[in-house]
């Protein structure tokens, strides 16, 4: 079984005592592919500086910028946590995240205000490759950055480990946050385990419930396009009504040459795999995982039907290929004409002039409100090995507020907030495709719940689940032996997670 699953004891213990690259780059629009995953379902970092790729319009890019460029100051809010700062001056906060422009460009905001406000330098020191690798390298010789932005769901390898400590009485007490009233649950659900609080939470799930359609090829398709697609209905319409309507404006926007091949794909749902295969399998009524008997449901009649409805049917369509890349390299690359996945991909096609609007994916059951299952997104965490554990809790707690959470959500144009004070803000305003697709995300959010928590490490269920996919992608296996891959591969690094507690 570890032969398909591609799960060694080596392996997973690799994956326990880090968190890979490749696995917690998810929430964002790219990662460098990993040992081990396959290379279709990573997704290729999408510079903030990017000039067109050969072939693709240049025309309006400049323009687009200029009008997803956020405010530069949060609006005054009166609500959510009250945050006195005191006066660090003297002091220096080393800060670490990943290497990517966007991020990168936020940590920096971030530091500046914090510096305003307190008078403590923050020292942005980005960090390339394996963060979660570098991050316990660092600890363990006794220079570990004074607060590490993670993603959430990451964290339990950090927490058994106790490279992070416990944050809910010296960052949110203090504040009197009322948790369940200023974070999104999806958000905080990310860093919630075993009775404690791991993080602060500064963006909400994108991942596995977005399509991003050329809306340029829809209106130029005709009134049959229009009909099947949300967005023809402004911002009434978030979700496909059906998977039959999806597939078949995917097969009336996919182009082919005059000898029949194709050169514009309809439909690309690679990487993110287990965020859309579990959200359908939510809306078929089945969780992914029980964490009351400590087993998972992937040996069941909904797994069989989620991995049908993503990728058996429209490969057996024609509607979509095996590209060698993941949905937003696909997209931005002007390959496809939709693509489901990873909601960021919309604003970096704009980025180069391509027209990309994020509507909703549909039910599996025509006439039920669609539900999801997401990872929740990234945060701040506390390293046990901080050098001025009390500077670094002081940022957490600027982190908590009204304004540091304006700062952050504003990337992208704008990104699933971690917060509901945050909702109403100017940052999710605006007539402009990203700006009505996010309102979009933002409403299906209500419908999204996180992972859950004990399974053991992400990186193992996300490598698992994608050798599974790609494997019924490239036509290596059907159906119901994928879902049988995926419960013994799940259910192996579930004991081996549990022999090392």
């Known amino acids: ?20 690259a490749g696995a917690v780059l998810t929430a964002c629009t790219g990662a460098p592919p990993q040992s081990g995953q396959p290379s279709q379902t990573q997704p290729t970092a999408v510079s903030s500086d990017a000039t067109a790729t ?7 890019a400049t323009q687009v910028f200029k009008e997803l460029e956020p405010p530069p100051e949060p609006p005054k809010f009166e609500g959510g946590p009250k945050w006195t700062p005191r006066d660090l001056s003297g002091k220096t906060i080393v800060l670490w995240g990943i290497q990517y422009d966007p991020h990168v460009e936020r940590y920096k905001l971030l530091g500046q205000t914090f510096e305003k406000r307190t ?6 020191q980005p960090q390339e490759g394996d963060l979660g690798a570098k991050f316990m390298s660092a600890s363990a010789a006794g220079t570990a950055p004074d607060v590490v932005c993670y993603m959430g769901i990451s964290t339990p390898p950090l927490v058994r480990q106790k490279a992070i400590l416990p944050i809910n009485t010296e960052v949110f007490a203090p504040l009197g946050i009322d948790v369940e009233k200023w974070w999104r649950p999806g958000a905080i659900g990310a860093y919630t ?6 993080g602060v939470p500064h963006e909400d799930n994108w991942d596995g419930y977005t399509v991003t359609t050329r809306s340029d090829l829809v209106e130029a398709a005709g009134d049959d396009a229009k009909a099947l697609w949300p967005g023809s ?16 404006l995917a097969e009336m926007l996919q182009q082919k040459d005059d000898k029949g091949n194709v050169k514009l794909w309809g439909l690309n749902s690679s990487g993110w795999d287990p965020h859309s295969l579990f959200s359908i399998m939510r809306s078929l009524d089945t969780f992914w995982w029980d964490p009351e008997n400590q087993k998972f449901n992937m040996d069941s009649d909904a797994a069989v039907k989620a991995i049908e409805l993503l990728v058996e049917k429209p490969f057996k369509l024609g509607i979509e290929g095996v590209l060698g890349m993941s949905q937003i390299n696909a997209f931005v690359g002007g390959q496809v004409a939709m693509a489901r996945g990873n909601g960021t991909a919309a604003g970096e096609a704009w980025k180069l002039g391509i027209e990309g609007e994020n509507v909703i994916a549909p039910p599996p059951v025509e006439g039920k409100t669609p539900l999801f299952v997401g990872e929740g997104g990234w945060g701040w965490v506390l390293p046990s090995q901080a050098k001025d554990k009390d500077a670094s809790a002081e940022f957490l707690r600027f982190a908590c507020t009204y304004e540091a959470q304006y700062i952050f959500s504003q990337i992208y144009g704008g990104s699933p907030p971690a917060t509901r004070g945050i909702l109403d803000s100017d940052i999710y305003t605006g007539d402009h495709p990203v700006k009505i697709g996010l309102r979009r995300i933002v409403k299906a959010l209500e419908n999204c719940v996180f992972f859950g928590w004990g399974f053991g490490t992400w990186g193992t269920v996300s490598q698992v689940t994608q050798e599974a996919l790609t494997a019924v992608r490239e036509g290596k296996l059907k159906g119901p032996e994928a879902a049988k891959q995926m419960q013994d591969g799940f259910t192996e690094q579930l004991k081996l997670w549990q022999s090392e507690a």
């Open 233 to 248: 209905q402004g911002e009434e319409g978030v979700w496909f009504k059906s998977y039959d309507d999806m597939f078949a």
């Open 193 to 198: 385990g075993d009775g404690e609080y791991w």
């Open 1 to 20: 079984m570890s032969k398909k699953s591609g799960i060694t004891r080596r392996n997973f213990l690799k994956l326990t005592a880090t968190t890979t």
């Open 119 to 124: 008078g403590a330098k923050v020292d942005v």
């Open 54 to 60: 050969a072939g693709l319009p240049k025309s309006g």
